[in-house]
């Protein structure tokens, strides 16, 4: 099994910036790709960003590609999502995600919310 916690959400002013970090734990060894997705209220949850390092891939969602940046720190097992120019419409949970691919995500965190609103 693997535990992912998600830290870093909050209220953010409109065009602010946010930085999300998932801490993993457990059986690492088991998953290539590590990603992060969302939902807002009353909506289905929507990929954003996914990484395999081992891979060489990354991959964005096109509704935040150039404002949101997926990175890695493999020696602390984190993924982080860097969030800029943040829109009202950004405002949902977030979640961690790991997997064997960035297609194939089969452990969750259990979300963090972000808010963007003056």
């Known amino acids: 099994q693997v535990q992912l916690v998600e830290s870093g959400g909050g209220l953010v002013q409109p065009g602010g910036s946010l930085r999300l970090s998932c801490a993993a734990s457990?059986?690492?060894?088991?998953?290539?790709?590590m990603g992060w997705f969302r939902q807002a209220p009353g909506k289905e949850r929507e990929f954003l960003a996914a990484s395999s390092r081992s891979a060489g891939i990354t991959r964005y969602a096109d509704s935040v590609k150039g404002r949101f940046t997926i990175s890695e720190d493999n020696a602390k097992n984190t993924v982080y999502l860097q969030m800029n120019t943040l829109k009202p419409e950004d405002t949902a949970v977030y979640y961690c995600?790991?997997?064997?691919?960035?297609?194939?995500?089969?452990?969750w965190g259990k979300g963090t919310l972000v808010t963007v609103s003056s």
């Open positions: 457990g059986s690492i060894f088991s998953i290539n790709a």
């Open positions: 995600a790991a997997g064997p691919s960035t297609y194939i995500m089969n452990y």
